[in-house]
């Protein structure tokens, strides 16, 4: 059944074209960084789970650009993931298609877009690659649920890897490899949709295979209930996402800080809702404390030695 928000999902992607205009950065404006810090403030205050990460990118020289991609990703995220109307979905997506449209020649409105394509790295990303993404989330509005693990990696992977090598070319260099960093969202594309099951349901969507929902006798619905039959397709769907995830890990490239650390926290959320009774609870209980401090610290080394020339 053909409904009017599937046409709206399919223009959502249409290519971004190089408009006429000096290419370049926009001159310094204390308004404008002043609309930065608040908007990078609210993003650190409803993503707290990696407020560790933005002591390591304080003093870096290039920290305006790459803190505003964090936020800009997740704006894009919420916008396939968290609005309930896929046409509205659509039609934010369109707006952020024109607005790095106008920041690739130097005349962003936003001031996430303004910080990022203010960097030299960042106009240097070919259009392509921002066309691949808005593509891939314009097609995940109209997914499917996933039959298998491996489906449902593959379908996250679309967005989550389009995402990842934008960010991998912003904090190493277009000629960065990707490919670990590809597999590694793929798999956090997944790990977030289970740590969101009740958001998942309520917008329509499965957040585990329909083989394992069949296995253990399961429908969408029966997931909101803390059952015995719940509890178990969830370690199962725990532990096999545990073991992608470290197989993704062991792939060449290099994470920034903040997919870096987000890994270190996925990796820990999983081993510990892996023996925990109540798996789903585990999964979502805050990350915090000197544990992740110390992911934090090591997801900032490790991104420090790959920038090294």
Known sequence: MEVPWRCAARLAWQPL???RGTLGAAPADPMADDAL?????DHRAAHPRLDAAWVFLRRAPRRDALGAFEALKQEWLDAVYA??????????????IEECGLARDGRARHPLTQAVFADAVARAIPPSSWNAMFHAAGLQLEAAPAADLSAQVAQTGALHGALARIETALWFGTGAGAERACGVAAVQGAIAALRNLPMEIEHGRTPLPMALL???????????????????ALHGQIGDLLHVLDEADTLSGPLGLFRGL????DRRALRHAA???EPLGAMQRPAGGLPATLDAWRAARAWHAAAQP
């Open 37 to 41: 810090e608040s908007w990078l403030r």
């Open 83 to 96: 609005i309930h109307a896929p046409s509205v979905a659509a039609t934010k997506l369109q707006w952020w």
């Open 214 to 232: 069949a296995r253990h006798g399961l429908s969408q619905g029966a997931l909101l209930e803390d059952t015995a039959s719940r509890r178990a």
């Open 275 to 277: 023996r925990a009774e």
């Open 17 to 19: 074209r190089k408009q």
């Open 262 to 265: 987000q890994a270190r926290l």
